[in-house]
């Protein structure tokens, strides 16, 4: 997750002891990183033995799950009942920590390569070992912030406007990420090529 729970109650003056919205906000943390997951196009999260596949043909392979730690190993498939066969000794240059550039192809457009690897951001609270990244302090702020605002508005939720003077006319919209959130992720975006 992109944040944690203490800093998002440390953020809306929750007292730490009191524990009765704590499965509600882990749940929105949970919720808005998947969400910042699907804006950016790509895993944000440290993940390990994550695994892609790719049409055997191409030589330059844009991982979706970056800063890319480790490159663990390749397999190729021809069919369903040969199966993955490993491939060993693969010769590749990692371009920007997320651009995998192959010196030749691993095989033709009839077959499916599959790379397993480990990338990501290391999320807050934890350490970074040696060649992990931790997450930016932006994204993690973003996240702190967007909970927030989800907690804070919980009970109005899809109101957009009210009628104040005794009506009942109210508009309803999506429920959409703060602008100044949607700033930060345009940063971490992955673009179409």
Not at 55 to 71: G, K, M, Q, R
Not at 109 to 131: E, F, H, I, K, S
Not at 141 to 163: C, F, I, P, T
């Amino acid at each position: 997750m992109l944040t944690q729970l203490s800093t998002v109650k440390a953020r809306l003056g929750l007292d730490p002891l009191v524990v009765k919205d704590d499965a509600l906000l882990t749940a929105v943390i949970a919720a808005i990183s998947v969400r910042f997951d699907r804006e950016c196009g790509r895993t944000l999260e440290r993940t390990t033995g994550i695994t892609q596949e790719f049409d055997a043909d191409l030589t330059e392979l844009c991982l979706s799950c970056f800063p890319v730690e480790t490159v663990g190993k390749f397999e190729v498939k021809a069919s369903e009942a040969q199966g993955w066969v490993e491939l060993t000794a693969v010769e590749f240059l990692l371009r920007r920590q997320c651009l995998l550039v192959l010196r030749e192809p691993l095989g033709s457009c009839a077959q499916v390569l599959r790379v397993t690897y480990t990338g990501g951001y290391v999320p807050p609270g934890t350490d970074p070992g040696p060649g992990q990244t931790p997450l930016p302090a932006d994204l993690a702020m973003a996240a702190v912030e967007q909970v927030s605002y989800w907690y804070l508005n919980r009970e109005r939720l899809g109101v957009v406007r009210e009628w104040p003077s005794g009506g009942t006319y109210q508009q309803f919209s999506e429920l959409d990420l703060l602008t100044s959130v949607q700033a930060v992720l345009r940063c971490y975006r992955v673009l179409a090529s």
